[in-house]
Structure formats: C-alpha cells, structure tokens
C-alpha cells in the first residue's frame, strides 16, 4: 500500500491503488489504476485528493437507475471522460437481485454471488461497456479510476481483467481483489443498507447470511474466470469477444506497464 493510499477519505470506500505488481510484460505502473467505491459521498477533501492524483478516465459500473439515486460528486475543474453502463435491459444493482431469488439464506445467496460473477463479462450491457472502457484505457495519459457501487463485485471483475490484460499472475489478482475485504467502513455501510433492503422487500436475512453478500469471496472471483475459460478458452479470446483486439491491448499495456 502507497503512502496515498493509507490516506483517510471521508467519503470515499475502499479507494486504492491497483497497479504497481510485476508480470509478465513488466512492472505495471503505481499511481496509474485506481478502484473505488462510488464517489457520491466524496467530500471536497476527497475530491481534491483525486485531483491530486490527475485521474483522466472515471469508468462508473453502476447501472442508471444506481447513478441517478446516488450521483457521483466531481471538482469543478473535473474535465476527463466518465464512461457510464447503459443497460439493455432492466438492470439492477447486484444486491438487490440476489435479495429477490429464493429463501435468504448463506446458502442460496452464496450461489446467486457465484451466479452473479459467472454472468457479469458475459452480459451484453456490461460487454459493451468493458469494450467502451478498454478504448479510453488504450488512449488515456494519466490515471483512471474504476468504480461501482461498492467497488468490490463489479469493480472487482473488471480490475481483475485489465491486470490479466497487463499479464498479472493469478495470485497477485486474487491479492487485489482480497483487499476489499479489509475495508471495516464499508463493511458497515453495506451491512445496513442490505438490512434496510431487506425490510424494504419484507424480507428476513439474518447476519450469516449479510455477510455472504458483503463478502470477499475469491472462489466469486474464480467463477467468473472459469466461466470466461469455459466459454472462451483464454482471456485473450475473450477480449476479442467484447471487442479488445491486439492493438488495443498493445496500446494499453504501453501507457501502464513501465
């Protein structure tokens, strides 16, 4: 972790640094791949912190009507590119499906998380939006920053893809996506929002079953490679399913390996 982020956000979760392991084409650089939480709590310390950090790209995972709820907060002199899911269907943020299928129990919500991350890199919203993402990647000069709701589902899965594009070993990925779960703050946030969910839909979860849905689980994350290994037999082919060739991907690993 890099001296910046052990800085104390006010508002922003689970905010860090991912680059700055090796692989397999170099080092991938520090200062330059940023993941977050959503940034709708962000204060003005907060933001200028970000401004610090010249982020160019805001990749935002979150779904329209997330968005709309909860907009994100920017500094006035923000003028870099926001790429926004546009969903083809009616989407929904992850937690509120798997509160909507079957009984609440760890059980069952544990396969719906691992359902969820099988089906994200496949949906067509989210295949259009990575293919949106990865192009602003393979122009950008200065940093970019991924965010969803939590910034530990969706932002974990796409975190994941661009450090296997930049040729990270499976276990410092795993490392990454990991370090969600060392994150008590949001811990709390989600706890009560899911519990508010659940009683919004007259639904009874106890705390075993909160904490499947709010946790870090690396076989979540496995799933969803194995279903892109399953379908597609290599991260590469699947790049090229949503539309990341072999130039682009070139691109993107000149502007943040070195």
């Not at 520090?30 to 401004?51: C, H, M």
């Not at 930049?166 to 795993?174: S, V």
Request: hydrophobic share 40%; aromatic share 6%; charged share 30%.
């Amino acid at each position: 972790m890099s001296k910046r982020d052990a800085l104390l956000f006010e508002g922003i979760d689970n905010f860090r640094d991912f680059g700055g392991c090796a692989s397999r084409h170099g080092r991938i650089k520090r200062g330059r791949l940023l993941r977050s939480a959503a940034l709708d709590r962000a204060s003005g310390a907060d933001l200028e912190i970000l401004d610090g950090y010249g982020v160019e790209v805001v990749i935002d995972l979150r779904g329209t009507a997330e968005r709309h709820a909860s907009p994100s907060r920017r500094s006035p002199g923000f003028a870099g590119k926001v790429i926004e899911m546009i969903e083809t269907e009616g989407h929904q943020a992850p937690h509120l499906g798997v509160l909507e299928a079957g009984p609440l129990s760890p059980a069952m919500l544990r396969g719906a998380m691992t359902a969820l991350y099988r089906r994200i890199p496949f949906d067509p919203a989210h295949r259009a939006h990575f293919n949106e993402s990865f192009a602003a990647m393979a122009r950008a000069d200065a940093a970019v920053l991924v965010h969803c709701a939590a910034g530990k589902d969706r932002t974990g899965i796409f975190a994941s893809l661009v450090l296997g594009l930049l040729g990270a070993n499976r276990d410092d990925i795993h490392d990454d996506y990991a370090r969600s779960a060392a994150e008590p703050r949001l811990k709390e946030r989600l706890r009560e929002r899911i519990g508010k969910l659940a009683e919004f839909k007259g639904r009874e979860i106890d705390p075993d079953a909160i904490d499947v849905v709010i946790g870090v689980d690396p076989a979540y994350l496995d799933a969803a490679w194995d279903e892109i290994e399953r379908r597609c037999g290599s991260l590469d082919r699947y790049l090229a399913l949503v539309g990341v060739g072999a130039d682009t991907a070139e691109a993107i690993r000149r502007r943040f390996i070195g």
